[in-house]
């Protein structure tokens, strides 16, 4: 700004002294720094693998004769031990660091899914070493998935875009992950699906180790026992009503609606149009988790929570669809809208428990988080069954279109989850 006793016609100017240089102030790193890049890769990597597993697991086990039950209990036992281990996994992710613990988890996992790889390809493994494999995998997946949560704040200055690139890429390496397995059964055996798995987890773990996170002040905390840790960590849970609210909504949502979703949609699909069109349906989903990510990238609402509910009425789309028996043409519209819409509120809920839980309790409450919607949609999807044959299953999808216009309901009706804002310099 020029001073005003140099404006005038003739008159003396002076030359001020130069200001000092004031470095600027301290902060986050942009998006794409070093430790994003590798942290984005290392997700990139692990959930293409992830997407690979349910297809090698069903190729090896039901084209060796194997009963179809045998594929769900393999799947059971990763679903199993990550739900009962996930809150442990929270507590040393806070008390250890989330880096060192996931780099541990994808270390446990890279030899489990190595060993399969040589079982199929040698022959038929017996059953137990099968489950018991996939159980290591649950274990270092509840290992590993709490400090997702808190990495993310810690790397980029921009949480919600960090979160709405990373649902991206998920959702295109979900959609990769099976398409690759399906190509390497054409081109080798199943042995070749477990062995690509397990590399993506010496990936994950090298890019892991090769980031360079500077160390927060709790991290040198006196930390206190295991049991300790869980109940601070229930109460920083408790003292937010925003939190648990959502969370105690999410779990009915997971066992009414979203649980028995997943279940009677391969089921309908596949029975009135066959598995090549539930095939389509799964990848225009994905390709609909995508846009909703990268809605999530141009959007900032004031009131991250509120604007995720509000997306959340595309969800019983889909139901409405399905349960009214739509063509495929209408089916696949329901599916893209409701990824859309899951994809955002998923964002919007991410980056709203990132910014406004304490870091040193994040990875707790990531896992509270967790555990509560896996437990209950695991519920959801076997009671799904029985409950479809009692009544048909059309009935408990529109049923279920209309207990998650319910839920959005819920969530605005909650005071405290409405008028949640944006953290301050989000």
Same mark, same amino acid.
């Given at each position: 700004?020029?001073?005003?006793?140099?404006?005038?016609?003739?008159?003396?100017?002076?030359?001020?002294?130069?200001?000092?240089?004031?470095?600027?102030?301290?902060?986050?790193?942009?998006?794409?720094?070093?430790?994003?890049?590798?942290?984005?890769?290392?997700?990139?990597?692990?959930?293409?693998?992830?997407?690979?597993?349910?297809?090698?697991?069903?190729?090896?086990?039901?084209?060796?004769?194997?009963?179809?039950?045998?594929?769900?209990?393999?799947?059971?036992?990763?679903?199993?031990?990550?739900?009962?281990?996930?809150?442990?996994?929270?507590?040393?992710?806070?008390?250890?660091?989330?880096?060192?613990?996931?780099?541990?988890?994808?270390?446990?996992?890279?030899?489990?899914?190595?060993?399969?790889?040589?079982?199929?390809?040698?022959?038929?493994?017996?059953?137990?070493?099968?489950?018991?494999?996939?159980?290591?995998?649950?274990?270092?997946?509840?290992?590993?998935?709490?400090?997702?949560?808190?990495?993310?704040?810690?790397?980029?200055?921009?949480?919600?875009?960090?979160?709405?690139?990373?649902?991206?890429?998920?959702?295109?390496?979900?959609?990769?992950?099976?398409?690759?397995?399906?190509?390497?059964?054409?081109?080798?055996?199943?042995? %070749? !699906?477990?062995?690509?798995?397990? *590399?993506?987890? @010496?990936?994950? /773990? =090298?890019? #892991?180790?090769?980031? +360079?996170?500077? $160390?927060?002040?709790?991290?040198?905390?006196?930390?206190?026992?295991?049991?300790?840790?869980?109940?601070?960590?229930?109460?920083?849970?408790?003292?937010?009503?925003?939190?648990?609210?959502?969370?105690?909504?999410?779990?009915?949502?997971?066992?009414?609606?979203?649980?028995?979703?997943?279940?009677?949609?391969?089921?309908?699909?596949?029975?009135?149009?066959?598995?090549?069109?539930?095939?389509?349906?799964? %990848? !225009?989903?994905?390709?609909?988790? *995508?846009?909703? @990510?990268?809605? /999530? =990238?141009? #959007?900032?609402?004031? +009131?991250?929570? $509120?604007?995720?509910?509000?997306?959340?009425?595309?969800?019983?789309?889909?139901?409405?669809?399905?349960?009214?028996?739509?063509?495929?043409?209408?089916?696949?519209?329901?599916?893209?809208?409701?990824?859309?819409?899951?994809?955002?509120?998923?964002?919007?809920?991410?980056?709203?428990?990132?910014?406004?839980?304490?870091?040193?309790?994040?990875?707790?409450?990531?896992?509270?988080?967790?555990?509560?919607?896996?437990?209950?949609?695991?519920?959801?999807?076997?009671?799904?069954?029985?409950?479809?044959?009692?009544?048909?299953?059309?009935?408990?999808?529109?049923?279920?279109?209309?207990?998650?216009?319910?839920?959005?309901?819920?969530?605005?009706?909650?005071?405290?989850?409405?008028?949640?804002?944006?953290?301050?310099?989000?």
């Amino acid at each position: 700004m020029t001073d005003k006793r140099t404006d005038k016609p003739g008159a003396r100017t002076y030359k001020s002294a130069a200001a000092p240089r004031i470095p600027p102030p301290a902060g986050p790193p942009p998006l794409w720094n070093r430790d994003f890049r590798l942290f984005f890769t290392a997700r990139a990597v692990a959930v293409l693998g992830e997407g690979m597993v349910p297809v090698g697991l069903a190729a090896g086990l039901l084209d060796d004769g194997r009963p179809d039950s045998t594929v769900g209990y393999a799947l059971g036992a990763w679903i199993g031990t990550f739900a009962l281990l996930v809150l442990v996994g929270g507590v040393l992710a806070d008390r250890f660091s989330a880096r060192r613990m996931m780099i541990i988890a994808d270390l446990l996992r890279l030899p489990g899914a190595a060993v399969l790889a040589i079982a199929f390809t040698a022959g038929s493994p017996p059953l137990w070493s099968v489950y018991a494999l996939s159980a290591l995998s649950g274990v270092g997946a509840a290992l590993f998935q709490p400090g997702v949560a808190s990495t993310i704040p810690r790397i980029a200055a921009d949480v919600q875009r960090a979160n709405a690139v990373l649902r991206v890429v998920e959702s295109l390496m979900t959609m990769a992950g099976p398409a690759l397995a399906g190509l390497l059964l054409v081109l080798w055996d199943v042995g %070749a !699906v477990f062995a690509v798995d397990a *590399a993506t987890f @010496g990936v994950s /773990a =090298l890019c #892991l180790a090769l980031m +360079r996170i500077p $160390a927060a002040a709790h991290d040198r905390r006196k930390r206190g026992s295991m049991r300790a840790e869980l109940a601070l960590g229930w109460r920083e849970f408790t003292e937010r009503t925003w939190l648990w609210g959502v969370i105690v909504i999410w779990t009915g949502y997971g066992l009414t609606v979203a649980g028995p979703m997943v279940t009677l949609t391969a089921t309908v699909v596949t029975g009135e149009h066959g598995s090549t069109a539930y095939g389509l349906l799964m %990848a !225009v989903s994905g390709a609909g988790n *995508a846009a909703g @990510g990268l809605l /999530a =990238l141009r #959007l900032r609402p004031r +009131r991250p929570l $509120a604007a995720g509910a509000v997306a959340l009425l595309g969800l019983p789309v889909n139901l409405y669809l399905l349960g009214t028996g739509a063509p495929v043409g209408w089916l696949a519209a329901g599916q893209f809208v409701t990824g859309a819409a899951f994809a955002f509120w998923l964002v919007m809920w991410s980056t709203s428990v990132q910014t406004h839980v304490p870091q040193e309790a994040l990875n707790r409450m990531h896992a509270y988080d967790v555990a509560g919607s896996l437990l209950m949609m695991a519920a959801g999807r076997a009671l799904a069954g029985p409950v479809a044959e009692a009544v048909g299953a059309e009935r408990v999808l529109l049923a279920g279109s209309g207990l998650a216009v319910l839920v959005v309901a819920a969530l605005l009706l909650v005071r405290p989850i409405r008028t949640l804002g944006r953290a301050q310099g989000v």
